[in-house]
């Protein structure tokens, strides 16, 4: 199983690609921006010879869906989400024009299934559980590979810290409460990787982050 990290766009969202031995690939949170991101991520996965399947995002908030245009049109993938970040999505060509400037193609790229808590997806000879962890988010959620020890929190749960809950559609009492019940229950030694920032532990960020 192997995991590359892309650091995408000027807010240094993390995208990463995940894949093992069958050369299916999963791109999770595609935020590329602009032609050299776009091509490097692309040279990547042609030089490896992999095969993406999945489109997988923790939230749609606009620095994770940047690159979703690239996905569709060089692979033919569809973003995969929770039903609750649909509207979330529908305002990313607004947010990303009023607070970056940023003018996305139109119109977006559907999403081909709703995610729902507890779902297991597969990919090569891996499998996904999805979990819903609200908060930053109505419909945020990470994907927790069991087998391989590996967490993808997105915006959910950072080195030291934890996503914003002053946006509209926060909730910061959900955010903690979905932190302590769906990802601090996980061994220590699980592996995290965020939308943005360095990785972590489940085992560091229950005894070190000032949160909890």
Known sequence: MYV???????????????????HEAAIIDCGAWGEAKETKIAHFIEENNLRPTLAL???MHFDHVLGLHML????GLQPMCHALEQPVYDAFPRMARDWFQILVPEPLVPVKEYLTDGQELHLGHMRLRVLHTPGHTPGGLCFYLPDEGL?????????GSVGRADLPGSDPEALIRGIRDQLLTLPDAVRVFPGHGPETTIGQERRFNPYF
């Open 72 to 75: 569709h049109r060089l692979y």
């Open 151 to 159: 967490l993808f929190s997105g915006d959910t749960l950072f080195q």
């Open 4 to 22: 590359k990290r892309f650091v995408t766009n000027p807010i240094g969202e993390n995208c990463y690609l995940l894949w093992d031995d069958t």
């Open 57 to 59: 995002q923790t939230h």
